[in-house]
């Protein structure tokens, strides 16, 4: 099934939010860069940003993502094996593609209710799976909070700027299976307990700089143009 197929000029409201995460009362971090600029033609959408500006210097989980839209709609995972998918392109600005923490495009398959996180993401250069569990206080306590990235060199998949790629993640969460693939090679698989019952698609620009000292680290004077186009749910 395709989620959207992005005939524009807008993005629809009805298939896509930026995700925000609440601060308190009436207050909420929203995951958008006012530098970021959005397109869609041809049944794709681009956001390029051409230098980073969005960052918070007291929590990782908010300065992280730089700008981040997710599905409308949520899907359901009670029901047997479920394929999420997209083509993607990326090309860094500013920076090589070689450190995946200056920004990178990213294929989201998420639960914040949870904060479970199984995404793919591309720089100019490489492809990686990550597998987190946020720290999100009241949520997930710190000591059960990880980010693993996974780079895959043997898979087979040759990573250009600007070049797109299928990018898949499958859940099935009767086995507690979950794989990510690029291209139809495997890049990554597990076991993950307590699978959630629904998921959410997304798609966004992201750093992952830690913060040090109480300083934000990821504005470098870079930035990323990325492209999605085929978002399937099967």
């Known amino acids: 099934m395709i989620y959207d197929d992005l005939n524009g000029p807008h993005l629809r409201e009805n298939r896509w939010r930026f995700l925000e995460v609440p601060l308190g009362v009436d207050q909420t971090w929203r995951y958008a860069d006012p530098a970021a600029q959005t397109d869609i033609d041809d049944g794709t959408v681009s956001v390029r940003i051409d230098a980073f500006t969005r960052s918070n210097s007291d929590v990782q989980i908010l300065d992280n993502p730089k700008h981040l839209l997710v599905s409308v709609e949520e899907f359901d995972l009670t029901g047997g ?124 620009i992201i750093t992952l700089h830690p913060i040090e000292d109480g300083h934000s680290t990821s504005l470098r004077g870079q930035g990323l143009h990325a492209r999605w186009r085929q978002f399937t749910v099967d």
């Open 81 to 204: 094996p479920r394929t999420f998918a997209v083509e993607m392109a990326a090309q860094n600005i500013g920076a090589t593609g070689e450190d995946y923490r200056d920004g990178f495009a990213a294929f989201n398959v998420l639960d914040m209710n949870s904060a479970q996180v199984f995404d793919l993401i591309a720089t100019s250069k490489h492809a990686y799976a990550i597998h987190e569990r946020l720290f999100v206080p009241g949520v997930v306590d710190k000591e059960l909070a990880f980010t693993h990235v996974v780079h895959a060199p043997l898979a087979g998949v040759d990573i250009k700027p600007a070049q797109f790629h299928r990018y898949a993640v499958s859940i099935d969460r009767g086995t507690g299976a979950v794989g990510w693939s690029v291209d139809d090679f495997p890049v990554y698989t597990t076991h993950a307990p307590n699978l959630p019952e629904k998921i959410q698609i997304g798609f966004g």
